[in-house]
């Protein structure tokens, strides 16, 4: 890519410098936190086109406002050449003020002025003005534990459609599978995501024995018609191009 950009770093950035570089779409909570835990720091993420304006992107927001824990960019360029850019403030109730006041200023310099945003890894995008922030953005660790709680049951719900079974995950990641006429059976929740990227969590060769091979078999008559294999001490479970993984030592 040509790069036609001049830095501003020397004199700042006025009012459109960074126009067409900026995505008016951006993210919430997609990504880890390096200041704390995620319960309690909101994470934004913006993408830029090319290095030099996610570099000035990055000072302007460092400098220009006091609530921000961090602005920090990418390593690199992402598949598609561009950068990201992500902005961590603590999860207050203040934080619908902060996320105005912010993106006003962004607005001035990339000539952005109807921003959307996704929360976490939601295909959907969402008008940002104060109702949404406050139905859609968690603005307490309270707040986000139930939210994230939430996003983890509808996810593993819909992973369990082949069966009668009814799925329920706590906050301790307890995961209770309830069948009728057939009782409860309780696992520990791991993870869950697309299957190669899951199955690359658990090395090692699966777990042939006998005592595994029956536990594979109840798991299977219980749950449904699911691919499950034992590898060490998890159960990895398939339903086309996702997996689950769960652990279960008493039987």
Do not use: C
């Not at 913006?46 to 030099?52: A, G, H, L, M, Q």
């Not at 990055?58 to 920090?72: H, M, N, P, Q």
């Not at 899951?198 to 008559?221: H, R």
């Not at 219980?222 to 998890?234: S, V």
């Amino acid at each position: 890519m040509t790069n036609n950009y001049k830095r501003k770093l020397t004199e700042g950035l006025r009012s459109g410098d960074l126009s067409d570089y900026v995505s008016d779409l951006f993210t919430v909570d997609q990504y880890r936190s390096k200041m704390g835990e995620d319960k309690d720091v909101l994470v934004l993420g913006f993408r830029v086109k090319e290095k030099y304006p996610a570099i000035d992107l990055v000072e302007f927001i460092e400098k220009g406002y006091d609530f921000i824990l961090d602005a920090d960019m990418s390593a690199g360029e992402e598949h598609d050449g561009q950068y990201q850019v992500f902005v961590e403030i603590e999860r207050t109730p203040s934080l619908t003020e902060q996320l105005k006041e912010l993106l006003s200023g962004l607005s001035q310099v990339t000539d952005n002025y109807d921003w959307r945003f996704r929360y976490q890894k939601s295909p959907t995008s969402i008008e940002f003005n104060e109702d949404t922030v406050k139905k859609h953005i968690p603005m307490t660790t309270e707040e986000y534990e139930d939210k994230v709680l939430k996003i983890k049951n509808q996810d593993i719900q819909e992973f369990f459609n082949q069966g009668a079974v009814n799925v329920n995950v706590e906050t301790d990641n307890t995961l209770t599978f309830s069948k009728p006429f057939a009782g409860d059976v309780k696992a520990k929740f791991i993870s869950i995501g697309d299957y190669n990227a899951v199955k690359e969590t658990l090395p090692g060769a699966l777990d042939l024995s006998e005592s595994s091979q029956s536990q594979v078999v109840f798991l299977n008559k219980f749950l449904g018609n699911y691919d499950i294999n034992k590898i060490g001490n998890k159960f990895l479970i398939k339903n086309k191009d996702k997996a689950i993984v769960i652990e279960k030592n008493r039987w």
